[in-house]
């Protein structure tokens, strides 16, 4: 028994008072009488103590206590917990999916609340007769009752999936390995929303505390006509006020933040610019500390290899190298037809017909033959509309000699000095060539900001073709094709732990969220997973059914004051009866 205004036991102590007033009040009243004779040897009053105390001791003071406790007790509130009959059979349907894992209000999650009303009711039902089901989209058996094991451990052991709400169809699926469910007398559904079409003698038990502010939508799009990327976001705010927050937009080197103003219940788009990605994996993150911060966070990749692989011919400049890794992750490939990217620096190489080739004071048989240095001057833009030539300033370049070079084929000039192609590109159906023609050492291209953003140009425009234009969104229990992306090697989560697929099938169902790597002969590429987006979003609560319904506490008493009232009442009577000296029973005379 507990009590809801505990302070008002206090008042038991106005029993004192009563106590005091009771034994100042003298038993002993004088008469008149006509001769003392007839007292005269009858004993004296008792000598004891606790004789002389119940000589005090009457029925009208014990009652008088008793109607001071009851009134104490009744504004006290005293409430004891209730204990359902206990049904012959009963099946526990607890929700699994990714919204129990939001906050109540006492810091446990409302998986661990629903956990901790099921072990209520099953600790009056016999483990042989109890269904426990997790129902998710992914549903599971934790107990039935052909099982040995206690249904209670089998409840502690469990947790919240990352998966989304079940389905009507799996809810029966469980319930009929077990016979259907005509064969229990109570199911009792423990979940954070209302279950259409559950059978007849089910009911829910609501957990719906918790705030959550949520990212339901993320996408990333290649800029065809500029550099970078635009990412598009949706943001639940499922509360009733409007909140100041911070969408942060990484592509795990550089970011893009934007402050809302979010408004109360209600869902909205924002498309950011992220001009300054150079990435593939990106992650859209609002910063605000709601209840749910699982859904905080979502990932996109772009369908495109993770890194540049790149195949070395010649001498290592060190310059190069730093430019190039500035710009995008870099693999180096010990095999050609592996590679992404050649670079050719200071050596005459054989005829390439296929693929994206940097040559920097390169010739190559049959395409382009270098001469002699010669002096040169100002360095002009031959295409300045070139992508190539995107963001650079050719006024900042200052070359000291060019070499002559005698193209064989087709070619097209972007930067001259005095009538010499500097930079020249060929470019045809298979192959695209980039030609540097002066040596980098003698120009001031290595230490300018020039010469990175060329290359980013490069990986961008030559090697890292735009992602095609489809906005997947895998989630956790969508089963991922790892097809067309080249011989499988292995999969591995973001701690680098590898994860089992489908080498029949060529599947992979991610059982939480992350970013996974595909590693393929064809390289690395990432897998994004996220937590479903359904989770997030609002709740309508005009379908819930009040009916049918019980919205779940800490703890359901029984208020047990009006029984304490009653007694009052009751001593109050008694009270009376015995002080105006009217017979409680009548006796019939003979």
Do not use: K
Not at 510 to 518: D, E, I, K, M, S
């Amino acid at each position: 028994m507990s009590f809801l205004h505990p302070s008002a036991l206090y008042l038991l102590l106005a029993g004192l008072l009563i106590l005091l007033f009771h034994f100042l009040r003298s038993r002993e009243r004088q008469r008149e009488v006509s001769s003392l004779l007839l007292w005269r040897g009858l004993p004296g009053d008792p000598q004891s103590r606790a004789a002389r105390l119940r000589q005090h001791l009457d029925p009208l003071l014990l009652l008088q206590l008793g109607i001071l406790i009851a009134l104490c007790l009744t504004l006290a509130q005293p409430q004891l917990r209730v204990t359902e009959h206990s049904p012959s059979s009963l099946a526990i349907v607890i929700d699994g999916s990714v919204s129990m894992r939001t906050e109540t209000n006492t810091g446990a999650s409302r998986y661990e609340a629903a956990v901790n009303e099921a072990i209520l009711l099953l600790g009056t039902v016999p483990p042989e007769e109890t269904l426990v089901i997790q129902l998710t989209e992914h549903p599971i058996l934790l107990s039935t009752p052909a099982d040995l094991a206690d249904p209670i451990s089998a409840l502690q052991a469990s947790s919240p999936t990352w998966y989304a709400d079940g389905s009507l169809d799996g809810l029966m699926t469980m319930l009929g390995s077990a016979g259907g469910p005509e064969q229990f007398d109570r199911i009792l559904f423990l979940s954070d929303r209302v279950f259409p079409g559950l059978p007849a003698n089910a009911e829910t038990i609501l957990f719906d505390e918790g705030a959550n502010v949520g990212i339901t939508a993320f996408a990333v799009r290649t800029n065809l006509t500029s550099s970078g990327v635009t990412a598009f976001v949706e943001i639940l705010n499922a509360t009733d006020d409007y909140l100041d927050a911070t969408v942060r937009i990484s592509d795990g080197e550089s970011q893009a933040t934007l402050a809302l103003m979010l408004p109360p219940n209600d869902v909205d788009q924002y498309v950011i610019p992220f001009p300054a990605s150079r990435g593939s994996v990106f992650s859209a993150s609002v910063e605000y500390p709601d209840d749910l911060p699982a859904d905080n966070v979502r990932h996109f990749a772009l369908d495109r290899p993770i890194d540049v692989r790149v195949y070395w011919v010649g001498e290592r400049n060190r310059y190069l190298v730093a430019a190039l890794r500035a710009t995008v992750p870099v693999t180096e490939v010990d095999d050609v037809n592996d590679a992404d990217l050649i670079i050719v620096h200071r050596q005459d190489v054989p005829l390439v017909e296929q693929g994206v080739v940097l040559l920097v004071q390169s010739g190559m048989e049959g395409v382009v033959t270098l001469g002699e240095a010669h002096d040169v001057d100002t360095v002009t833009a031959a295409s300045p509309e070139h992508t190539l030539l995107r963001s650079i300033d050719p006024d900042d370049l200052r070359v000291r000699q060019a070499f002559h070079a005698e193209f064989d084929v087709p070619f097209d000039v972007l930067l001259s000095a005095d009538g010499m192609p500097l930079l020249a590109e060929v470019r045809d159906d298979s192959r695209r060539l980039l030609f540097l023609l002066f040596d980098l050492m003698n120009s001031n291209l290595p230490v300018t900001v020039d010469f990175p953003l060329l290359l980013r140009n490069l990986a961008y425009d030559l090697v890292r073709v735009p992602a095609a234009l489809a906005f997947e969104s895998p989630e956790v229990g969508d089963v991922l094709s790892l097809r067309g992306r080249g011989t499988v090697e292995s999969v591995t989560d973001s701690a680098d732990a590898a994860v089992e697929y489908s080498n029949t099938l060529l599947t992979f169902t991610p059982a939480r969220p992350g970013v996974y790597t595909l590693t393929t002969d064809r390289g690395a590429f990432a897998l994004t997973v996220n937590a479903p987006a359904s989770e997030t979003l609002l709740r309508n609560p005009s379908s819930q059914r009040p009916d049918e319904t019980i919205r779940a506490e800490s703890d359901r008493f029984l208020p047990m004051w009006p029984w304490f009232v009653l007694l009052a009442v009751l001593l109050l009577l008694i009270e009376a009866y015995i002080h105006l000296g009217i017979p409680l029973f009548s006796r019939r005379s003979t």
